[in-house]
Structures are given as C-alpha cells and as structure tokens.
C-alpha cells in the first residue's frame, strides 16, 4: 500500500476546456476513438459522436448506452441497462451483446489487448465486484468474476500493462489496483483527499480522475522526489463542471473530455504543466452512522451538507447549512428530511467557517435503517 502526500498544484490553463451542449441531453461517459481522432459519448437510448470536440455532432448507429464504454480495436463496447453492447466502429452495427448473471449496476469499463485476447474489465457499482471480459469473439463475450467484494463501491475503470486501476465512490476515495491474471488487489492511493471519485484514464504515466466532491478533475502523478508517494494536480474545479462522470484522455495525452451528468454537457479540456504548488490542510471531521441518525463532528466550527442518493447515484434529497460548533453532534434522520430513511448513500460534506479553509467530505454507505 502505498500513501498520499496531499499537495494540490494549480494548472496554468485552468480554463483551458471548451464547454458545448447541443444535443447530449442524458450524458454519463465520454471516449476517445483514435482511428477517427473522434469522441464518443454516451447519451442514454443513444451514441453521440463529435470530431470537433462538441462544435457539432452526430448520432453513431442505432444503438444506446447509458454508462461506461470503451474503445478496443476496431470495437466500440458500451454498457446499457446491465446489458454489454458491441458495436462496430465503422459502420455501427452491433455485434453482440452478453447481460452477465447476478449483476446489480455494471457502471465503468476499461480494457486491454493482451496475451489473452481482448479484456474487458467493468465495475458492478452496487455489489461491490470487478468482471472481467473476455471479448475476443464480440459476439461470444464472456464474462467471470475477477474480484468478487472490493470492500468499496468501485466506479471508474481503466487497465494498462495487465493491471485494472478503479476508482471509488465514497469520502476520501482510495484508488485500488488489481492484477488481471491473479484477482489479487492493492491499493496504489490510500485515501485521495476526494468524495465519489467517477471516472479515471492514464495519461503519460498520470491518473486523470474526476470528482463530485469537490467538483474536479484532478491528476495523480508519482513523487520523482519520493517513490510510491503521489502528488496531486487540480486540473480544472467548479463551473463549467456539474456532476463529472467517466472521462476519456486522447492518445497523446493531452486532451481529455468529461461527460458532466449534473447539466448534460461535455466539458473538453487540456492538460497542461502545473505551474505552481498550493499546500491544502484538510479540517478535521468526522460523520458516523447510528440507528437513531448521523453523528456529526468537527474540529471547529462551520456547517454541514447532507445528500441522500440511491445506489444509482440519483439524488433523493439534501439538508444544507446544519450549523456546527466544535465537538460533536446528531441529527435525527427526521431532522434531515423525509428522504434520509430511503437513502442507500449518504453524500457528506463539512464546510468550515474560518475564510479559505478547505473542506472535508465523505460518503457512507448504509441500508435503510426503516
């Protein structure tokens, strides 16, 4: 296990991306397509295609996805509804399709050619597991369990040199990695600094990874200075962000797109040499759940946000600005609203008052407790 030397360096170009909504109106993922230098991105009961990264677009075939998809070959692979999609990337036929037993939410997707053929490897976002795909014969997929309980709720997906890295949805997120010959899995990043980690791709030896929490693209890159540690670079945060979900990085690696599910847009941006190093001191906090609600506590005072949302990530509801004194407190889940007995997920975040602090997030997963 390795750990995370937190240090935020601040891109130069922050706003180097370009913002586009026409016609993606349910978007989830975005990928790069390197035989046509072309994005993909993923809108519900159908595919959206731009060569201009967002100027204009079009509809690729007629089939749909509404989460993860992947680039291999000559192959377009998508996930929709739980059920695994291949589609031919020249003329947008699918090619077969395979809906693996037992699943909860199939979620993201990465993939490789090696010396076992063509793999996918994909999250099941609610059950906690990696699949991993054997999609040699597209029109024969198979598929087996390669992790079967991470321990977290695994999201974003990407694989290189036979190894899956994963991302995960939860408060201070760690980023595992896990051997696609032998199941075994490790942790590359103890504890991320960020709240429900969406979507991750390796860029010239850096992991890009989007959040909700805070709203960011961030780059992860080994510590020249100090090996197995990693330093951290905000690419771009906040507005035009909303909600970012899985996102894609060109093969140069220096061009990346973000589907952002909160408004529907596509956000295409470009990575850049970070230009100076800003130090974050994170506050001290600390939620947990009891049967009777949530206890809340903080160092020094601020105010709580709570968001309940269900396994799929749909938003049920939000509690905001719970005031704070330092020490600690519970609220009731009546005290949070009607929607906290429903809640399967528990968004949380800590904004402290002092001016230009940082603030502290988490997410708890539970089962309803009524």
Request: aromatic residues 8%.
């Amino acid at each position: 296990m390795t750990h995370f030397r937190f240090s935020l360096l601040t891109l130069a170009a922050l706003g180097a991306g370009t913002l586009l909504a026409q016609t993606p109106s349910s978007v989830e993922a975005a990928e790069y397509e390197p035989n046509s230098d072309r994005w993909l991105v993923s809108n519900g009961s159908s595919i959206l295609v731009t060569a201009d990264e967002g100027a204009s677009w079009s509809t690729f075939g007629s089939g749909g996805a509404n989460y993860g998809m992947e680039v291999l070959g000559s192959t377009l692979f998508a996930i929709q509804s739980n059920v695994i999609r291949a589609y031919d990337l020249v003329t947008g036929e699918e090619l077969g399709s395979l809906a693996p037993s037992g699943v909860g939410f199939l979620n993201g997707m990465g993939s490789e050619s090696n010396a076992e053929g063509d793999v996918l490897v994909v999250s099941d976002f609610s059950a906690g597991r990696l699949l991993k795909v054997d999609v040699s014969d597209p029109a024969n997929m198979v598929a087996t369990t390669l992790v079967s309980n991470t321990g977290t709720t695994p999201n974003g997906v990407t694989v290189q040199d036979g190894v899956a890295t994963v991302v995960n949805w939860y408060g201070n997120a760690d980023i595992l990695q896990v051997d696609l010959a032998t199941g075994e899995l490790t942790t590359l990043i103890d504890g991320t600094g960020l709240g429900n980690c969406d979507g991750v791709d390796w860029a010239n030896g850096s992991l890009i990874v989007s959040s909700w929490n805070p709203q960011r693209i961030t780059r992860f890159s080994p510590d020249p200075d100090m090996p197995g540690e990693w330093t951290a670079e905000i690419v771009v945060q906040g507005s035009p962000l909303s909600n970012p979900a899985d996102l894609s990085v060109n093969t140069a690696g220096d061009r990346f797109a973000v589907a952002c599910s909160g408004n529907n847009t596509v956000y295409f941006g470009e990575l850049e040499t970070p230009s100076s190093l800003r130090p974050i001191a994170l506050p001290e906090a600390g939620a947990a759940l009891q049967a009777e609600g949530l206890a809340l506590e903080a160092g020094q005072a601020g105010t709580w946000t709570v968001r309940g949302l269900d396994l799929t990530g749909r938003l049920l509801g939000t509690t905001s600005e719970l005031p704070h004194a330092t020490g600690a407190a519970t609220w009731t889940w009546d005290q949070l609203g009607a929607w906290a007995a429903g809640a399967a997920l528990l968004d949380i975040r800590f904004i402290p008052v002092q001016d230009g602090a940082s603030s502290w997030q988490t997410t708890l997963k539970r089962a309803p407790f009524r």
